[in-house]
């Protein structure tokens, strides 16, 4: 067959791809593969491909050790396939237990994405995306795939969020350390104040600057935005109590949480989220004396629905897992 024919067969063919979708989960063994430095491996598995293939120096293609991937490209992307969109991102599955993937689901590791709809202990591993010509995926057995559009568009989030995380600058890292660490460390408790935790959805926690995050100094203000079932709108006429905000700080970290957990009293509810930032933030606050280039940090708690589009590319989420820094 001419090379001719046999591409237009081959393209033909991959149009099969459209049948897939971002997320679906496939048997493709060793399909992900990294490329690595024969000379300077940096993983005991590039080390053995340069070893296997007596290489000592140059660039090795290392298989990854892999029977399930997921697909990354976009179901829109998948439609059609044509010489210039051919490809199609895969990233390998791996199994943790259910306390990391869990983790995953709710944003606390933005280097892996959970498949829920495959198992609820296997997570994909974002740091290992490959590009492979469709033909490759025609025919492979699928595993599942979301099925909701609210499953879709939260593995959406999972792997975008892995590629536009902001950098901050060390000074505001310094700062929000404290707060990140009693997020890590009661996000799996038992308890109302990690109930209240679990609550915070995907890129419910923000960061804005005054003036802007890039000036030095700079005053921060640290938004967790909820469900608007989770945080219930105020009647007219009815404001929350500072005295009742400062009441519950008093009293600690639980009882504020208790009364965060109230979505029948909408008063009670809020000003228990706002002693409860207030707590968790104390910490933080009480740091920027001693750190140069913040000089001051506000907390503010409110829902989805009064998130303007305008505050919400201003003010970038701030991982759970880590807080990124820029480059010196």
Known sequence: MAREDLLGEALERAQAAKMFVQGEVLKLSDLCVVLADAEW?????????????????????VPEAVDLAVILTQTCDLQETDEDARLCQLAPLVERDSAFANEAQRGRRPGWAAVPWYSDTHVADLS???????????????????????????????????????????SICDVL????????????RVSDEGRCISMIPLGGIRVEGDPSLEHDPVALRLL????????????AGIEVSQEGIDALVSQGHEAAAKAALDTTDPRKCREGWDA?????????????????????????????????FTRLRRAPELDLAYLSTRAV
């Open 41 to 61: 491996p940096l993983s005991k598995s590039s080390a053995a491909a340069a070893e296997t293939l007596n290489q000592s120096e140059g660039v090795i293609l």
């Open 128 to 170: 290992r995306l490959t590009s492979v010509e469709r033909s490759l995926i025609i025919g492979a057995e699928s595993f599942g795939r979301p099925e909701t559009v609210q499953e879709q568009a939260h593995f959406a989030d999972s792997v975008s969020r892995h590629f536009t995380r902001v950098a901050l600058a060390n």
């Open 177 to 188: 350390a404290p707060f990140l660490k009693r997020m890590k460390e009661r996000h799996d």
């Open 224 to 235: 967790i935005v909820l469900e608007p079932r989770d945080l219930p709108s105020l009647s």
């Open 276 to 308: 409860l930032v207030e707590l968790w933030t104390r910490d933080s606050a009480e740091k920027i004396n001693d750190i140069s280039g913040v000089d001051g940090l506000d907390t503010e708690v409110l829902s989805g629905d009064e998130m303007t």
